[in-house]
């Protein structure tokens, strides 16, 4: 009799699993599969918030929503990313906007040079932005989530406290890094991060202007064994889904995924500045990295030397049309707002 119960239960388990998928189908519908295409590597920061993502959209739709990624450019590259989602290659992807100079004038604008100390905080600035400008240049896809890197600081073979240590000092970077380093009286060499270990270990090169997550993810603290924080431009980036897709999904999914827009864009910048923590921690461990915090004065003057940055972009925005001058003044007051709330409590 004991066996037999035992039995009984199990099947009722089994069946009560059974009868929780088919409430899950019904309250969602018919089961639905989307394509997720990202540019970069697996292992790195945006692809492991679309895994994020994939799991918790499947987890809340009870599994009728099946998510396929293809990460590492397999599907689509980041030039032809936008258009591709937009034509329907794939269902879902990550928009970079640097990446297509002026397609995305007003949004280029977080990007700027102005201090965000990391990436949560651009996280939510962006998001609020985007929420309340609604800019034309997304118009043609569904925006899913917004999210940055941190921002670009300094790795290098010598000190830099000073904007004399820094003058006719080659880092490597990416083209958004070029003006900045230029304002800076430093050397700017952009080129792909796979060319970088070559060319530090070579001298073409004695440093780089990125963010500090790479000390660790591309070992470069073994031959940049200072860092110094100077908090300049960032790189926003965009999920956005084909509108045709979005339109034929029930709106019991809609209501996940939009549920999930903001929440999840604040998780991705949590999860990066985390592990710029643990990166930075780990250099310090292992190779003695040394952290220089530029003095308020000298903090102070660096972002002075940028300005002509967001002034050339205020120029060049407004004469498109757009509202550039409320687009800033927002994006500081938003700033000023989360750098104070996400500082409680640290």
């Given at each position: 009799m004991k066996l037999r119960g035992v039995f009984f239960r199990a099947g009722l388990a089994v069946a009560l699993v059974f009868m929780m998928a088919g409430m899950g189908s019904m309250a969602f519908g018919q089961s639905v599969t989307l394509t997720?295409?990202?540019f970069p590597p697996a292992s790195t920061f945006p692809c492991?918030?679309?895994?994020?993502?994939?799991?918790?959209?499947?987890?809340?739709?009870?599994?009728?929503?099946?998510v396929k990624t293809f990460p590492g450019g397999t599907l689509l590259g980041a030039k032809n990313m936008m258009d591709g989602v937009i034509d329907g290659v794939a269902d879902i992807g990550v928009v970079v906007f640097a990446y297509q100079p002026g397609r995305f004038p007003l949004m280029e604008g977080v990007d700027l040079p102005i201090g965000f100390s990391g990436a949560k905080v651009a996280n939510a600035v962006l998001y609020d932005?985007?929420?309340?400008?609604?800019?034309k240049s997304l118009s043609k896809v569904k925006v899913i989530a917004l999210f940055t890197a941190p921002p670009a600081n300094i790795m290098s073979k010598k000190p830099i406290r000073t904007l004399s240590d820094l003058k006719g000092y080659e880092l490597r970077c990416t083209g958004a890094g070029v003006k900045p380093l230029k304002l800076l009286g430093a050397v700017p060499v952009a080129m792909p991060m796979s060319e970088t270990p070559e060319a530090l270990q070579k001298g073409i090169v004695k440093g780089i202007f990125s963010s500090l997550d790479i000390l660790k993810d591309f070992n470069f603290a073994e031959s940049c064994r200072y860092a110094t924080i100077c908090n300049m431009q960032t790189t926003s980036f965009a999920v956005v889904m084909n509108k045709k897709k979005w339109g034929s999904l029930p709106e019991k999914v809609k209501k996940v995924i939009d549920g999930l827009s903001r929440e999840h864009s604040l998780w991705t910048g949590d999860y990066i500045d985390q592990h710029v923590k643990d990166s930075v921690a780990w250099a310090k461990k292992k190779y003695n990295e040394q952290v220089i915090t530029l003095s308020d004065s000298e903090y102070k003057l660096w972002h002075q030397k940028v300005a002509p940055i967001k002034d050339e972009w205020l120029k060049k925005t407004e004469a498109k049309g757009l509202p550039a001058k409320a687009f800033l003044k927002d994006l500081m007051a938003l700033?000023?707002?989360y750098?104070?709330?996400?500082?409680?409590g640290k």
């Open positions: 997720y295409a990202n492991v918030q679309m895994e994020k993502w994939k799991t918790e959209v499947e987890l809340q739709t009870a599994g009728i929503v099946k932005l985007y929420m309340k400008y609604r800019p700033k000023a707002k750098e104070k709330e996400f500082s409680k």
